[in-house]
């Protein structure tokens, strides 16, 4: 059923997610301006810790940071934002049927159009200054899909779980706060002892990190059995939250009531 729904409900999909999009906006006085500034004021605090107090990092740390909090932000909005997803559309679910892998769905699209926004100010950013290549443009709509995949899968777990334990998702978001920090987002694979760079790998978001880096910044084909593992497991866990959601597509409304 999960791979019939972006079709079958994508009329809805898209324009709900464009409607939020409209409504975040029209809540802030720069509106779609924010789209760039939250995550370029998320580099500035970042870069003025670790670039200039802690003297960390060489001429391409700027490139590194951006990629790595660009990359991570797409992640950590729509799984956050998806905690509650079916609660909030408590209303909608009441009036008509709908599957509710489209709630989540919905979130990772809406975060995935100012995903993209920002990552191609990056990418043209790090073109300006490094120039590209065949690799980079061949490879990087692969990167993209199995970046999408992983987003998905952690968005549409915690919608199929929270619902059922409501205080799962303060124990969620500490646990998006603990990634933030053990993803790579500041730090490179460089800067790990070897010996426990393995450990880090096993986060599928430091692997993913690592790639985009390898593929923008050195401008080489990433390392294919990281990216193999985090495709696998963005699957496997995409798999079980569509299952969990259509197994209790019914239970859902008597569990928000």
């Given at each position: 059923m999960f791979f019939r729904l972006p079709f079958k409900y994508l009329d809805f999909i898209?324009?709900?997610s464009l409607a939020q999009l409209r409504s975040e906006s029209s809540r802030a006085y720069l509106g779609y301006l924010w789209w760039v500034l939250e995550p370029a004021l998320y580099l500035l605090v970042f870069y003025l810790v670790f670039a200039l107090v802690l003297n960390r990092g060489d001429e391409n740390y700027v490139?590194?940071?951006l990629i790595g909090l660009v990359v991570f932000k797409w992640f950590d909005s729509a799984v956050r934002s998806s905690m509650d997803?079916?609660?909030q559309n408590a209303g909608l679910i009441d009036k008509v049927y709908l599957p509710k892998i489209v709630f989540p769905t919905v979130n990772v699209v809406s975060n995935g159009v100012k995903f993209a926004v920002?990552?191609?100010?990056?990418?043209?950013a790090n073109t300006a200054l490094a120039g590209t290549d065949v690799i980079s443009l061949l490879f990087l709509p692969v990167l993209v899909a199995i970046h999408f995949l992983?987003?998905?899968?952690g968005a549409c777990l915690v919608a199929a779980i929270t619902p059922f334990v409501p205080d799962l998702r303060m124990v969620f978001d500490k646990l998006m706060t603990l990634l933030f920090f053990l993803s790579g987002v500041f730090f490179?694979?460089?800067s790990i002892p070897e010996p426990f760079r393995a450990v880090f790998?096993?986060?599928?978001?430091?692997?993913?990190i690592e790639s985009y880096r390898t593929l923008?910044?050195?401008?080489?084909l990433p390392d294919l059995l990281p990216l193999a593992y985090v495709l696998v497991l963005a699957l496997v866990l995409l798999m079980t939250a569509s299952y969990l959601l259509n197994r209790f597509d019914r239970v859902y409304p008597r569990l928000i009531y």
């Open positions: 898209w324009y709900r490139r590194v940071l997803v079916i609660q920002v990552f191609l100010l990056l990418w043209l992983l987003v998905m899968a490179t694979a460089d790998l096993i986060n599928p978001l430091f692997a993913l923008l910044v050195l401008q080489e």
